[in-house]
């Protein structure tokens, strides 16, 4: 079965083209004025359009088929990629922000031309608003009643929360901008300036980590929702012939990608090859109501077999 075709990456777009835009005319600001914290936001952009870039190319080797080299598809290169955004942000948009904050509170000099710094606030908060409205839209779909944080360590799709948090730090760090340039200018301190490029570079990187920590988990491997293990249960236990669930091991490989694996315990007047066409049965069965379970291997076990390999596979809670 050929991976579905994400939606995120409508919002991925939305972000390239705002950021591209907000870049432009942030390094034109920054060479006219001098402005150190301008200066900060404009590599950010320019960090966030190289991000996006990699979060597409991360969306569509995600969707390529499985290979006999590579059994299980390619759908954690998006985690994987995602990953490296996360590491992007914080080495480049939050390191060169900081780095050139330091800089010009040692060397402080006057931004010449403010009036156009405030021009390209504008029109960056402006193009910035655009894209962060989009991805908050299409965040809004999938939480449900959650908060953003908790919907967003709950989803195993990053690239729209990550293009929301990108945006949502991105509009702080304009507003910090701003702060800066009216401060420097209204004291006659340009020191001011640097500070705000410093609050900046830890704003970035306060959300580089939050992003580096979920998509870790993701890369390492996290398993299916609650509600997909129950339906799962729900479907399995539907045959009579199946005595009890013993278990199910489930792992994300891309949003739309699980696999997952059941042991079950089955009535043991059924001859093996009896056993071997309900097992058939099921898989057609939960693959129907869930597409999503790219791969399922169903495992006849008995209870006190499961519970001694799982005691094999998984270190004592508290121990991991």
């Known amino acids: 079965m050929a991976p579905k075709k994400s939606a995120s990456?409508?919002?991925?777009?939305?972000?390239?083209?705002?950021?591209?835009?907000?870049?432009?005319t942030k390094f034109i600001a920054s060479a006219l004025t001098g402005g150190s914290a301008m200066l900060a936001e404009a590599v950010h952009s320019l960090v966030d359009t190289g991000n996006q870039i990699l979060l597409l190319y991360g969306l569509r080797r995600a969707e390529q088929l499985p290979t006999p080299e590579r059994p299980l598809g390619y759908g954690r290169e998006l985690y994987f990629w995602s990953f490296i955004v996360a590491l992007l942000i914080f080495s480049l948009g939050a390191g060169v922000a900081i780095l050139e904050g330091i800089l010009h509170i040692l060397d402080p000099h006057p931004i010449e031309s403010a009036y156009i710094n405030y021009i390209v606030l504008a029109l960056a908060f402006l193009?910035?608003?655009?894209?962060?409205?989009v991805a908050l839209r299409k965040v809004g779909t999938v939480k449900g009643r959650e908060g953003y944080l908790t919907?967003?360590?709950?989803?195993?799709?990053?690239?729209s929360f990550m293009v929301l948090f990108e945006d949502t730090a991105a509009l702080i760090g304009i507003a910090l901008a701003a702060l800066g340039t009216w401060?420097?200018?209204?004291?006659?301190?340009?020191?001011?300036?640097?500070?705000?490029?410093?609050?900046?570079g830890l704003v970035l990187a306060g959300t580089a980590a939050i992003l580096a920590t979920e998509t870790k988990s993701l890369l390492i491997g996290e398993p299916a929702s609650p509600e997909i293990v129950k339906a799962i249960t729900e479907l399995a236990l539907a045959d009579p012939s199946?005595?009890?669930v013993n278990g199910i091991i489930s792992a994300h490989l891309a949003p739309d990608q699980i696999l997952a694996t059941l042991s079950l315990e089955f009535d043991d007047n059924l001859t093996t090859s009896a056993i071997e066409s309900k097992i058939v049965e099921m898989e057609e069965r939960i693959r129907a109501a869930h597409p999503e379970i790219i791969l399922l291997f169903i495992k006849p076990q008995t209870p006190?077999?499961?519970?001694?390999?799982?005691?094999?596979?998984?270190?004592?809670?508290?121990?991991?």
């Open 9 to 24: 990456r409508t919002v991925v777009y939305a972000a390239l083209a705002g950021n591209l835009l907000v870049a432009t």
């Open 127 to 133: 193009f910035e608003g655009a894209s962060w409205l």
């Open 151 to 159: 919907a967003f360590r709950r989803s195993k799709d990053p690239p």
């Open 183 to 200: 401060a420097s200018v209204a004291f006659a301190m340009p020191m001011l300036d640097g500070v705000a490029s410093i609050l900046i």
């Open 242 to 244: 199946v005595l009890k």
């Open 304 to 320: 006190g077999r499961y519970q001694q390999a799982r005691q094999r596979r998984f270190a004592p809670e508290g121990q991991t």
